[in-house]
C-alpha cells in the first residue's frame, strides 16, 4: 500500500513540523514572562513614585473571586478596621449572608424538582429522594 520509504519520510517531517512547533513555544513563553516582568516592575515604579501613600495602586488585583463578593468583603473589612463594625458585627452578618444564601438555595431546589415532575422529567417518588439528597447536602 504505502511504501517504507514514504511512511518514514512522513514521519520525518510530521517530528521536525512537532518539534518546531516545540522550539517556538518555548521561545516564545520566555519572551511573555520577560515583558510580563518589565510591564510589573515598571507599573510598580510609576505607581510608587506618583502615590506613596495609596497601596492599592501597588497591589496587584484579585482574581478568582465569585461574583460581587470581593468589593463586598473588602467594604466590611474597611468598616471593621476603621472601627464602625466590629469583629462580632463582621460575624454576624456573615453567618446571616450563608443563612439567607441557604435559604434561596433550598427554596431553588424544590422548584426545581417540582417543576420536573410537573414536567414528567422524574416520577414524584424520585423527586422527594432527589431533594432529600440534595437538602442533606447543603445542611452539612
Same mark, same amino acid.
Given at each position: 500500500?504505502?511504501?517504507?520509504?514514504k511512511i518514514?519520510?512522513v514521519?520525518?517531517v510530521a $517530528?521536525?513540523? !512537532?518539534?518546531?512547533g516545540i /522550539?517556538?513555544?518555548?521561545?516564545?513563553?520566555?519572551?511573555? *514572562? @520577560?515583558? =510580563?516582568?518589565?510591564?510589573?516592575k515598571?507599573?510598580?515604579?510609576?505607581a510608587?513614585?506618583t502615590?506613596?501613600?495609596?497601596?492599592?495602586?501597588?497591589?496587584?488585583e484579585?482574581?478568582?473571586c465569585?461574583?460581587?463578593?470581593?468589593?463586598?468583603?473588602?467594604? $466590611?473589612?474597611? !468598616?471593621?478596621e476603621s472601627? /464602625?463594625?466590629?469583629?462580632?458585627?463582621?460575624?454576624?452578618? *456573615? @453567618?446571616y =449572608?450563608?443563612s439567607?444564601?441557604?435559604?434561596?438555595?433550598?427554596?431553588?431546589?424544590?422548584?426545581n424538582?417540582?417543576?420536573?415532575?410537573?414536567q414528567?422529567?422524574i416520577?414524584?417518588a424520585?423527586g422527594?429522594?432527589?431533594?432529600?439528597a440534595?437538602?442533606?447536602g447543603?445542611?452539612?
Amino acid at each position: 500500500m504505502y511504501s517504507k520509504g514514504k511512511i518514514i519520510t512522513v514521519t520525518v517531517v510530521a $517530528l521536525v513540523v !512537532l518539534a518546531i512547533g516545540i /522550539v517556538k513555544e518555548g521561545l516564545n513563553k520566555g519572551d511573555l *514572562e @520577560e515583558a =510580563n516582568a518589565a510591564y510589573t516592575k515598571e507599573t510598580y515604579v510609576s505607581a510608587q513614585t506618583t502615590s506613596t501613600t495609596e497601596t492599592s495602586a501597588v497591589a496587584p488585583e484579585k482574581h478568582g473571586c465569585r461574583r460581587g463578593k470581593g468589593p463586598y468583603e473588602e467594604t $466590611l473589612q474597611q !468598616l471593621q478596621e476603621s472601627g /464602625v463594625l466590629t469583629v462580632d458585627d463582621v460575624k454576624k452578618i *456573615e @453567618e446571616y =449572608n450563608k443563612s439567607e444564601r441557604d435559604a434561596r438555595l433550598k427554596e431553588m431546589i424544590n422548584e426545581n424538582i417540582n417543576n420536573m415532575v410537573k414536567q414528567n422529567v422524574i416520577t414524584s417518588a424520585k423527586g422527594e429522594k432527589l431533594k432529600e439528597a440534595l437538602l442533606k447536602g447543603i445542611e452539612k
